[in-house]
T-cell receptor, first 115, second 107 residues
């Protein structure tokens, strides 16, 4: 069965370190998204990609970067982790087209703690 | 003002009760989504709709495009329905999410 996975599921790191969160999907979806979820906020879009070599900034992209070298993977990198980036991170994917009209399939999430 | 507003923020119900969760939005949309997030974090899409009504088992979702309002109904609620229910609207090529409604169904 097709799926979307994230690793690690839990991560503790220190302020200033570089951290990369992995996202891998076997749906063969062109669209992939990274969100963060914080108490009191809805899911907020960090970065998204509509295909290989395509990346776009979301509403909370400062301090994060992504790259898309193949269809299956969209790793999220925190260049220099900050305590404000402690959060739960979700990756999602959807079929090509107007993403607002497509069902998004979510990964299980990564809980990141920055000390 | 948030683009997507959900009410109530928290809801406690007795098993068997009929439940309604509301979602209002202020932007033009291509579609509206209802998602469910269980304790432990997994997020699952329940419905995607752009008009009218959809039903899946005990869940019913409706949308009124003119009033920019959607409702999610749960009939004959059960403790396993306890979860966070999230409304999201398609705004161009991205989704904008509400803050979620925390539902607890007591037996």
């Amino acid at each position: 069965d097709a799926e979307i996975t994230q690793s690690p599921r839990h991560k503790i790191t220190e302020t200033g370190r570089q951290v990369t969160l992995a996202c891998h999907q076997t749906w063969n979806h062109n669209n992939m998204f990274w969100y963060r979820q914080d108490l009191g906020h809805g899911l907020r879009l960090i970065h998204y990609s509509y295909g290989v070599q395509d990346t776009n900034k979301g509403e909370v992209s400062d301090g994060y970067s992504v790259s898309r070298s193949n269809t299956e993977d969209l790793p999220l990198t925190l260049e220099s982790a900050a305590s404000s980036q402690t959060s739960v991170y979700f990756c999602a994917s959807s079929e090509a087209g107007a993403s607002g009209s497509d069902t998004q399939y979510f990964g299980p999430g990564t809980r990141l703690t920055v000390l | 003002k948030n683009e997507v507003e959900q009410s109530p923020q928290n809801l406690t119900a007795q098993e068997g009760e009929f439940i309604t969760i509301n979602c209002s939005y202020s932007v033009g949309i291509s579609a509206l989504h209802w998602l469910q997030q269980h304790p432990g974090g997994g997020i699952v899409s329940l419905f995607m709709l752009s008009s009218g009504k959809k039903k899946h088992g005990r869940l019913i979702a409706t949308i009124n495009i003119q009033e920019k309002h959607s409702s999610l109904h749960i009939t004959a609620s059960h403790p396993r329905d306890s979860a966070v229910y999230i409304c999201a609207v398609g705004d161009g090529n991205k989704l904008v999410f509400g803050a979620g409604t925390i539902l607890r169904v007591k037996s």
